[in-house]
């Protein structure tokens, strides 16, 4: 269980220049002690570039790092990737085929007497007892994952670090892996830190998720929190599906498609964001046409033109409107965001 009370990760005003580009701008974070945090945000945004800072294998430009009590990078002081005591699990594994599993995991060990012993428990927490001998290339996908992550934790890392380690799986195994690894994880009782551009990887298997866009971590929060109160447009816009209102305030108000709503204070241009599935059909509500419609198997996404102009995505059950086009009324669930906007 994460424990709030101990910091395993510090990170003050981390900032990182590589080449011409900021990659990591003040980057500010705790992660408590047996937690599992994601960071995630999109393509280029700066999550392998702040792994590698936890990792060692960067140097900050300015800010201060703590792994638990030890100062491993500030001012004057940086300790390197080898002594951090840090595991990795990189996309590709970097697993050595033709070893077996048992050797590929003893790898990282030192040759102290109770290494067979520790080889035999960490195969056994990752349910790799029957393939010890098996030859790594002869194993799955989702095994190879669980070698990697065997091989990571049998040093007793202090810190797990992983880099969009379910990227290179097959979709249909990717729930189930990601499950086994967050198991894993917590039966091991490590702290990780996790990187994804995947959102329903983060929000599925992370205690804590931070987002981060163009180098800054804009929201630090659980899954719940990230995704019902996104702080950002960004965020909102990127974790999950959402209808945003680029709209402009007066006197504190604005005026959406859903009616008249509170904007906050001193913003002049706000997002209003609704999740589809926030809306329903309400006899008596908004009205409009179907224009469109998306159809999932387990829900279904209808595209609605309201009688405004406006256009929205709402997602109903698999049974709803069948027919398809045709004039439609919806209700909202919950009261929308209002959210200060901002430039692209
Ligand atoms: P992805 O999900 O695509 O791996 P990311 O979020 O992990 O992206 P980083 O790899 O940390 O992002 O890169 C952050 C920024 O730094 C990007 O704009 C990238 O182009 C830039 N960058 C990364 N490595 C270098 C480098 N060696 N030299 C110059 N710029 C770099």
Redesign the pocket.
Known sequence: MPDPLRIAVRAQGLSCR????I??HDLSLEVYAGELFAIL??????????LRLLAGFERPDSGSLWLFDDLVAGEDAFVPAERRRVGMVFQDYALFPHMSVAENVAYGLSKAPDRAARVAEILDLTGLGALGERAVHELSGGEQQRVALARALAPRPRLLLLD?PFSNLDPSLRARVRAEVREIVKLAGTTAVL?T?DQEEALSIADRIAF?WR?RVEQVGTPDEIYSRPTTVHAADFIGDANIYRLRAQGGRVQTPFGELPAPEGADRVAVVVRPEELQIMAGGIGGEVIAREYYGHDQVLHVRLHSGAEVRVRVGPHERLGGAGPIALGLRTQPLVLPAVDE
């Open positions: 590589l080449g011409d580009t990659a990591v945000g999109p393509s280029g945004c700066g999550k392998t570039t702040s969009e990187v551009h981060m180098g």
